[in-house]
């Protein structure tokens, strides 16, 4: 069974910066597009980056283009996210997940940005 395991998340300040991690077990899915997505309380979930297969392919939702990058390691795991300049509305629940985007396109398939589904999520909080 494929399964997703995130991890890096924390508390921070605003202005600080995170890593997070996504690793796979049950399948290698090493050409498939991967993406970032998170969760705030009382809200929708949020595309947040997108890779393609290879890796040469990124993009990124507006609110954080500029401040998170997303990469992946040889073979196609781990998927990192780092995440700069931390704000306050980045304090949410990320989950990765495969082919919820098009890299290439630069959109999100709402209707796979299922949290908890993927994963359990790692939570990030941005805080003072």
Not at 109 to 120: A, E, F, N, T, V
């Amino acid at each position: 069974q494929l399964r997703f395991a995130e991890s890096g998340g924390g508390l921070v300040q605003p202005g600080e910066s995170l890593r997070l991690l996504c690793t796979v077990s049950g399948d290698t899915l090493a050409d498939d597009a991967m993406g970032w997505f998170r969760q705030a309380p009382g809200k929708e979930p949020e595309g947040v980056a997108c890779i393609s297969g290879g890796g040469g392919t990124v993009n990124y939702g507006d609110s954080v283009k500029g401040r998170f990058f997303i990469s992946r390691g040889n073979g196609g795991f781990p998927v990192y996210l780092q995440m700069d300049d931390l704000k306050p509305e980045d304090s949410a629940v990320y989950y990765c997940a495969p082919e919820i985007c098009d890299p290439h396109r630069g959109n999100f398939y709402d209707s796979l940005l299922m949290p908890g589904y993927w994963g359990q999520g790692t939570q990030v909080i941005v805080s003072s």
